[in-house]
């Protein structure tokens, strides 16, 4: 049987829509199955950040709020999405390593002695040893355990500077510190935020990168920190150093 043109046109328009509608199908269950697996992703870091913290009590929330915080500087400093992502789980992991540090020290009351501040400086070596095998954090792990390194290069633990930083750690540097000025800790309490919020602006172009400074001081005068809104101006020419670990 003949069949004509038209029908043979037909049949090809007919296959054509299926096909699509198949494909179509195809790419909303493939990206089902990704967003329910970034999801998992995102809970299980979750999950093992409030591990990480719960060693202490002093730590509680603190690898969430550095997180928050993180991702609020990188928004305005115009990371990508990918960055974003990357500073995210960073965040989280940062203080991976303090797991092996021993919670006599972690728990110290008074100041540390030098052999252990010598052990709370290899945490971020610890947590690169811990992330490694897994492959997927190649990008994550140089955001995550470089947060100690000072941008003048006297920081720990490879004394790295500047652009040598990566642009990630440089964010957290500064989420990291101010959050660990604000808080309780077993030596100290934690000290007002408009004084805190001094302390990073003193400490731009020396431990921290004056680009995320800024980034995070103009953050603070548009937006609020545990209900505190801010007008930054200098709050005190001599501020006592304060120890963070």
């Known amino acids: 049987m ?8 037909d049949f090809i328009f007919y296959d ?27 809970g299980t870091l979750t999950a093992l950040a409030r591990a990480i913290d719960a060693q202490s ?13 993180a991702l609020k500087i990188g928004l305005i400093l115009g990371l990508t999405r990918r960055q974003l992502d990357n500073l995210q789980q960073a965040g989280l992991l940062h203080d991976i390593g303090k797991i092996g540090i021993p919670a006599s020290i972690l728990d110290k009351p008074g100041k540390l002695t030098d052999e252990e501040y010598r052990i709370i400086c290899e ?23 470089q947060h100690h390194e000072w941008f003048n290069g006297k920081g720990y633990p490879d004394s790295l500077s500047g652009e040598e930083i990566s642009f990630g750690a440089r964010i957290l540097a500064v989420a990291d510190v101010f959050d660990a000025l604000i808080s309780d800790r077993p030596y100290r309490n934690g000290i007002p935020i408009e004084i805190a919020a001094e302390m990073i602006r003193e400490g731009s172009g020396t431990q921290f ?6 980034a ?4 603070l005068e548009e937006e609020s920190v545990e209900g505190h809104t801010f007008h ?6 001599n501020i006592e150093a304060v120890q963070t670990i």
């Open 209 to 214: 990168d004056p680009k995320v400074v800024d």
């Open 123 to 145: 945490h971020p070596e610890k947590g690169v040893k811990i992330l490694q095998p897994i492959e997927q954090y190649a990008e994550v792990i140089p955001v995550a355990m």
């Open 232 to 237: 930054m101006g200098l709050i005190s020419e």
């Open 57 to 69: 009590p002093w730590m509680a929330g603190h690898s969430e709020r550095v997180t928050h915080l």
């Open 16 to 42: 054509w829509e299926e096909r699509n509608k198949d494909l179509e199908r195809n790419i909303k269950e493939i990206l089902e199955v990704n967003k329910r697996l970034d999801k998992l992703n995102r």
């Open 2 to 9: 003949k069949i004509s043109s038209k029908h043979s046109l």
């Open 216 to 219: 995070f001081l103009k953050l």
